[in-house]
């Protein structure tokens, strides 16, 4: 199963899954983390308290990729171009190193102003159980329908 993530700002709310990198390790195992946004384009970073070398690192990115940003000890999230991307790519001010994705639609992140808080922590049962109730569910052929996500 993989290791999911809620990243909250606000009434921005979204979970992410992480891949098996070394970087989605890292941050995993120091999780709970707490920041400020900074806007760059249609990408947010802020400072995390984990120090990591390049790995794999990429020059492009995808919509709804989380990166590891070396050079700023960086928790970056894509959701569109960047000043330094050409055309419709989407590219970093330096190599990231990929270990997740947005599950679901990036693009609310474009709601989240810089200076504005940010919250990351294990996404849990528990936390699915709380949005059950919250929001209503109903039960489908592949898992518990929550709003328009199923769990």
Same mark, same amino acid.
């Given at each position: 199963?993989?290791?999911?993530?809620?990243?909250?700002?606000?009434?921005?709310?979204?979970?992410?899954?992480?891949?098996?990198?070394?970087?989605?390790?890292? /941050?995993?195992?120091?999780?709970?983390?707490?920041?400020?946004?900074?806007?760059?384009?249609? *990408? /947010?970073?802020?400072?995390?308290?984990? *120090?990591?070398?390049?790995?794999?690192?990429? *020059?492009?990115?995808?919509?709804?990729?989380?990166?590891?940003?070396?050079?700023?000890?960086?928790?970056?999230?894509?959701?569109?171009?960047?000043?330094?991307?050409?055309?419709? *790519?989407?590219?970093?001010?330096?190599?990231?190193?990929?270990?997740?994705?947005?599950?679901?639609?990036?693009?609310?992140?474009?709601?989240?102003?810089?200076?504005?808080?940010?919250?990351?922590?294990?996404?849990?049962?528990?936390?699915?159980?709380?949005?059950?109730?919250?929001?209503?569910?109903?039960?489908?052929?592949?898992?518990?329908?929550?709003?328009?996500?199923?769990?």
């Amino acid at each position: 199963m993989a290791r999911q993530i809620r990243i909250r700002c606000g009434e921005v709310k979204v979970a992410a899954s992480l891949n098996d990198s070394a970087s989605a390790n890292a /941050i995993w195992d120091a999780l709970p983390i707490a920041g400020t946004a900074n806007v760059w384009g249609d *990408e /947010i970073y802020f400072r995390i308290p984990v *120090e990591l070398a390049e790995d794999d690192a990429q *020059e492009l990115v995808a919509v709804g990729d989380l990166g590891y940003w070396p050079p700023g000890n960086a928790f970056c999230i894509f959701f569109g171009p960047t000043p330094m991307s050409r055309g419709s *790519e989407i590219r970093p001010a330096s190599p990231v190193n990929v270990f997740g994705r947005v599950d679901g639609d990036p693009t609310v992140f474009k709601r989240v102003a810089g200076g504005a808080q940010l919250t990351i922590d294990e996404l849990s049962s528990t936390s699915i159980q709380i949005a059950h109730q919250q929001m209503g569910s109903r039960r489908t052929s592949d898992g518990v329908r929550i709003g328009r996500r199923v769990w």
